[in-house]
Nanobody
Framework: QVQLVESGGGLVQAGGSLRLSCAAS????????MGWFRQAPGKERELVAT????????YYADSVKGRFTISRINTKNTVYLQMNSLKPEDTAVYYCAAAKKFFHWGYGLEDFGSWGQGTQVTVSS
């Protein structure tokens, strides 16, 4: 059974930084693309960033390009999201996700099959 456990969320002032981590188990991590999504109150869950199984390719939502960086360390079964220059509109619950099957990479909710419990990120103005 796949388990994804996020950590690193919290309260930060606008312009600040946070780094989220997601520890994965129950899957051959190096075979799976990983993603970060977020969901703000009253809004749909949206893609933030994804990274291919090798780490060689990444994709970002336009709203976070140049500010957020997704990375992974396969030997640690961990994916990260470094968030810089945070804005109040980045406030949301952030979810880690694993692709629905190995060697599959996509940008939509339907491309991911396992989810973490989420971690709250709050950016104050």
């Amino acid at each position: 059974q796949v388990q994804l456990v996020e950590s690193g969320g919290g309260l930060v002032q606008a312009g600040g930084s946070l780094r989220l981590s997601c520890a994965a188990s129950g899957l051959t991590f190096e075979y799976y693309a990983m993603g970060w999504f977020r969901q703000a109150p009253g809004k749909e869950r949206e893609l933030v960033a994804t990274i291919r199984w090798s780490g060689g390719n990444t994709y970002y939502a336009d709203s976070v390009k140049g500010r957020f960086t997704i990375s992974r360390i396969n030997t640690k079964n961990t994916v990260y999201l470094q968030m810089n220059s945070l804005k109040p509109e980045d406030t949301a619950v952030y979810y880690c996700a694993a692709a629905k099957k190995f060697f599959h990479w996509g940008y939509g909710l339907e491309d991911f099959g396992s989810w973490g419990q989420g971690t709250q990120v709050t950016v104050s103005s």
